[in-house]
């Protein structure tokens, strides 16, 4: 089954840049999709498409997708970012969503 | 406004069977397909499966085959994860999502894949003896 690693946990001051990763075999043959969830809430699509913003979401929270590794970057950094972020890929084979395994993002 | 209005906490018994849903208004609910992911105390999300209310099409995670029946009710607009016989590993909160399918080609090759453009707010369902 296709497996999608992101690192634990990323820290950052604000008004910094933060990125995650999300690494995957090949990924960058596949769409990659963002979600944020805040402690407590259900979680929110932030990026969609590798890069491709819903409406209402910053434009700070941008995203790329090349190889074997998709990035969501959240430029200048705010202490409402910090949440837990999950990449997430449709896997063809399988016929079924991933989800990568969560980055914890603290603001310093 | 495109909502998605889950069912209340489950406090339950192993052995016990349940059914929780999820209620969509704001969109043509026939037209979307909708599904549910596990996040289990202190973990990640995890996608369980899918349904098209439409035809009442529906796929599930190798992992969740078997474990859980996902259903819909088009007349009403609801969607619904059940289980014959709850265990203490159920205990987890469960989210409905609205899927957004797209297609492609690439290299004459036709794909599709979903992401989960609107999320219910979860329902808590514990399972203790």
């Known amino acids: 089954s296709y497996v999608l690693t992101q690192p634990p946990s990323v820290s950052v001051a604000p008004g910094q840049t933060a990125r995650i990763t999300c690494g995957g075999n090949?990924?960058?043959?596949?769409?990659v999709h963002w979600y944020q969830q805040k402690p407590g809430q259900a979680p929110v699509l932030v990026v969609y498409d590798d890069s491709d913003r819903p409406s209402g979401i910053p434009e700070r929270f941008s995203g790329s997708n090349s190889g074997n590794t998709a990035t969501l970057t959240i430029s200048r950094v705010e202490a409402g970012d910090e949440a837990d972020y999950y990449c997430q890929v449709w896997d063809s084979s399988s016929d079924r969503g991933v989800f990568g395994t969560g980055t914890k993002v603290t603001v310093l | 406004e495109v909502q998605l209005v889950q069912s209340g906490a489950e406090v339950k018994k192993p052995g016990e069977s349940l059914k929780i849903s999820c209620k969509g208004s704001?969109?043509?609910?026939?037209?979307?397909?909708i599904g549910w992911v596990r996040q289990m105390p202190g973990k990640g999300l995890e996608w369980m499966g899918i349904?098209?209310?439409?035809?009442?099409?529906?796929r599930y995670s190798p992992s969740f085959q078997g474990q859980v029946t996902i259903s819909a009710d088009k007349s009403i607009s609801t969607a619904y994860l059940q289980w014959s016989s709850l265990k203490a590993s159920d205990t987890a909160m469960y989210y409905c999502?609205?899927?957004?399918?797209?297609?492609?080609?690439?290299?004459?090759?036709?794909?599709?894949?979903?992401?989960?453009?609107?999320w219910g707010k979860g329902t808590t369902v514990t399972v203790s003896s």
């Open positions: 999502a609205r899927h957004v399918m797209r297609d492609g080609v690439v290299a004459t090759i036709s794909y599709y894949y979903y992401y989960m453009d609107v």
């Open positions: 704001g969109y043509s609910f026939t037209s979307y397909w």
């Open positions: 349904i098209y209310p439409g035809d009442s099409d529906t």
């Open positions: 090949n990924i960058g043959s596949k769409s």
